[in-house]
Structure formats: structure tokens, C-alpha cells
Nanobody, 117 residues
Framework: QVRLVESGGGLVQAGGSLRLSCAASGTFFSINVMAWHRQAPGKERELVASISSYGTTTYADSVKDRFTISRDNVKNTMYLQMNGLKPEDTAVYYC???????????WGQGTQVTVSS
């Protein structure tokens, strides 16, 4: 079983920055892909950024050049540095991990990010 704990969300003014963290714990072999998704009120959950175990990254067009995803494979922790935040970035941000040996997916409980104009 894998447990994911997200932290770092909060309220920030437009143009500000936040850093989200997602720590994985439990009994598992290794993590393949880690990703951040977000869901705004009344909208579907969407992919924000992902990172493979080798460090290959992908970003949604809406966050490119503003957000940076990274991970520490020793600590099994993923980060999302968010700069130049906009009100439209307001959402609950969820951590997702995909296990390397089983392909199982695990979601975190989510952390609220609110950007005021």
C-alpha cells in the first residue's frame, strides 16, 4: 500500500509563488511516473505536469515556463514549483504516482491552491 501526502498549498496573490510537495510512503518496489493534476470548481481534473523515473518531464501548455516539476527518487518525493501564479491556477492539486512493477495508480488527498487577483 502506498500513502501520498501533499503539502504546500495556500492562498497567494497573483504573480506570487508556491511550492507543492508530495511524499510517498509505504511498502513498494519503485515508482515509475509521478504527476500533478488539478481540479477547479465545476471543471474536470486535468494534468498539470508529470515526471518519469528518469527525469523526463511534460507540462500542460497553460503552465509551461511558469511551473517546474522535480522529484527526489531517494526520498520518494515530488515537487511542483509554481511561479507567476494566476487566478486561473486556483484549484485543488492532486499528486498521482504510478508504480513501476504493477502499474497501480495512487492519488493523494489534494491540497488547495487559491490565487487572488
Amino acid at each position: 500500500q502506498v500513502r501520498l501526502v501533499e503539502s504546500g498549498g495556500g492562498l497567494v496573490q497573483a504573480g506570487g509563488s508556491l511550492r507543492l510537495s508530495c511524499a510517498a510512503s509505504g511498502t513498494f518496489f519503485s515508482i515509475n511516473v509521478m504527476a500533478w493534476h488539478r481540479q477547479a470548481p465545476g471543471k474536470e481534473r486535468e494534468l498539470v505536469a508529470s515526471i518519469s523515473s528518469y527525469g523526463t518531464t511534460t507540462y500542460a501548455d497553460s503552465v509551461k515556463d511558469r511551473f517546474t516539476i522535480s522529484r527526489d527518487n531517494v526520498k520518494n518525493t515530488m515537487y511542483l514549483q509554481m511561479n507567476g501564479l494566476k487566478p486561473e491556477d486556483t484549484a485543488v492539486y492532486y499528486c498521482l504516482t504510478i508504480m513501476k512493477n504493477t502499474g497501480f495508480k495512487y492519488w493523494g488527498q489534494g491540497t488547495q491552491v487559491t490565487v487572488s487577483s
